[in-house]
């Protein structure tokens, strides 16, 4: 069966650290793979997706990149963290676009202080 | 930007009661998905309803889709305290973006 793997779940970082979350799947092939954060009480925002090794799509420009070195690994990154940048991050994949289930990771809980 | 967008934004009930929610998308769509988020968790697939069904069930959910109105409903009935949670919808053309969800809490 398809599993996901985030971590860690919750992470503590001075301002101006660097940053890296990774995110692994098990069970698949080649699947889509997303970032999200999501600020409290807030809805999910997408940051980055991915359809396959080394491709990486970005909604929004910012503090954060991401990369996808193997086809199962996605990893999220920052050279230094803003305060803005605290949030819960979820990583997710799919199969395809909205035409089947997503499958989120438990999440991250990143403070930046 | 997403299309789908769920409303209402907060809905508070008793346990037992009937819940509500509706989401409205923008264009043609070929699947709406609900999804259940409980607090400080990743979400999970609660149903997919294709363009071509009126109406699917799931256990206590219900959901409705209406594409003349480019609508849909989900009703979870006799709800529990633990349906406590955040419920978003999302379009096959929303391209895995969400909306702001609804948030839901059942009073036991």
């Known amino acids: 069966s398809q599993t996901i793997h985030q971590w860690p779940a919750t992470l503590v970082q001075p301002v101006g650290s660097p940053l890296s979350l990774e995110c692994t799947v098990e069970?698949?092939?080649?699947?889509?793979l997303y970032w999200y954060r999501q600020a409290a009480g807030r809805g999910l925002q997408l940051l980055f997706y991915?359809?396959?090794?080394?491709?990486i799509s970005s909604e929004v420009p910012q503090n954060l990149s991401a990369s996808r070195p193997q086809d199962r690994q996605f990893i999220l990154s920052s050279k230094k963290l803003l305060l803005s940048d605290s949030g819960f991050y979820l990583c997710a994949w799919s199969v395809g676009y909205g035409n089947t289930e997503a499958f989120f990771g438990q999440g991250t809980r990143l403070t930046v202080v | 930007s997403q299309q789908g967008e769920e409303d209402p934004q907060a809905l508070s009930i008793q346990e037992g009661e009937n819940a509500t929610m509706n989401c409205s998308y923008k264009?043609?769509?070929?699947?709406l998905q609900w999804y259940r988020q409980n607090s400080g968790r990743g979400l999970v697939h609660l149903i997919l309803i294709r363009s071509n069904e009126r109406e699917k069930h799931s256990g206590r959910l219900r959901v409705t889709l209406d594409t003349s109105k480019k609508s849909s409903s989900l009703l979870i009935t006799a709800s529990r305290a633990a349906d406590t949670a955040s419920y978003f919808c999302a379009t096959d053309e929303d391209d895995m973006r969400f909306g702001a969800g609804t948030r839901l809490t059942v009073k036991p």
């Open positions: 069970g698949t092939s080649n699947p889509n």
């Open positions: 991915s359809v396959g090794i080394g491709q």
């Open positions: 264009t043609s769509i070929n699947n």
